[in-house]
């Protein structure tokens, strides 16, 4: 058994479910002491519940990456409790919004932002003095393929994570010449609660111009094969928090190879691939009426309605 000077210490945001929770599981396992951070911790009583059984050191602070006081206070907390020791940071916490960036309120677009981006700046920022001062420790951010490749209709979810591939780059060649050391893991579709919880453009209608691009888009995602096994992206993750030297991106899981390609592929042939796979096609009167029905009561027609169709 480590001792407690001895014993490593991470902070991982967006822990209640899905990747967040699997890499506390995972760092819990391997002896670190983790703060698998949440907004609302009842959420956690059942990872807290496995700790219990399995004898790992885990803990569920509250922690809401839009407020600044949230953090300060959760952080304050952290490092008084591990004597300023912070050796890694897991940025997970975020979520998807969608929909045709005309139909998407600006409103909307900086929610996303302040979550996805923001928040990751936030947090980052609260726990870098710690960092400096040891000269030591890791940052891993969980970012997407979707910071590296585009689709339509996903506007608002890639401008967040285009935004992180550049905070997260210029970040590693700053924090370099003070020993901490940055990296971003960029998972391609996993199941995972980020698409149960996603939001879509508010305004946008059935019967709207985007209407058959948004169906081309549900047609595709529907489709689309989001492995069930989250043990690649959190190997990524641990790897990524654990080496010496770790490399500053890591493309991880299904069509993650369309990041490694993307560069190559001249951009007129690309958009030839996106105007093939997402184009439109009118819905007809009884779909229209069905699919709007669904956009009221607030479902998602994904889920629901298997005839959506390009």
């Known amino acids: 058994m480590a001792s407690a000077a001895e014993t490593r210490n991470v902070l991982i945001t967006g822990s209640s479910s899905g990747i967040g929770r699997a890499a ?11 703060f698998a951070s949440m907004r609302r911790p009842v959420a956690g009583v ?11 050191k885990v803990s569920t602070p509250a922690l809401d990456v839009t407020r600044d006081d949230s953090v ?74 979707s910071g590296r490749v585009v689709v339509p209709i996903a506007g608002p979810y890639h401008a967040s994570k285009w935004a992180l591939e550049g905070m997260i780059e210029a970040w590693r060649l700053e924090l370099a010449p003070f020993g901490v050391r940055v990296a971003l893991v960029e ?15 508010a305004a946008s209608r059935a019967d709207g111009p985007y209407a058959g691009l948004v169906a081309a888009y549900r047609r595709q995602s529907a489709g689309l094969a989001r492995a069930q096994d989250l043990t690649p992206v959190i190997d990524a993750i641990e790897r990524a928090a654990t080496a010496a030297d770790p490399r500053l991106r890591w493309p991880v899981g299904p069509t993650s190879f369309s990041a490694r390609l993307r560069p190559f592929v001249p951009d007129r042939l690309y958009e030839w691939i996106m105007r093939l796979a997402f184009r439109p096609r009118l819905l007809p009167d009884g779909e229209k009426r069905r699919a709007a029905a669904e956009v009221e009561i607030g479902a998602d027609p994904r889920r629901t309605d298997p005839s959506l169709r390009l």
């Open 187 to 201: 998972p391609g579709p996993f199941a995972t609660a980020l698409h149960t919880n996603e939001q879509f453009a």
């Open 72 to 145: 300060a206070a959760a952080v304050g907390a952290i490092l008084r409790e591990t004597d300023g020791r912070l050796d890694a940071l897991v940025n997970n916490a975020g979520y998807y919004a969608w929909g045709p960036l005309e139909e998407t309120s600006p409103d909307e677009l900086r929610a996303q932002l302040e979550t996805n981006v923001i928040g990751v700046h936030r947090v980052t920022r609260a726990v870098l003095p710690a960092m400096r001062a040891r000269r030591a420790g890791t940052v891993v951010t969980v970012g997407s393929i």
């Open 46 to 56: 059942p990872l807290l519940a496995r700790a219990a059984e399995k004898g790992w």
């Open 24 to 34: 506390a599981e995972r760092f819990a396992a391997r002896g670190w002491r983790v």
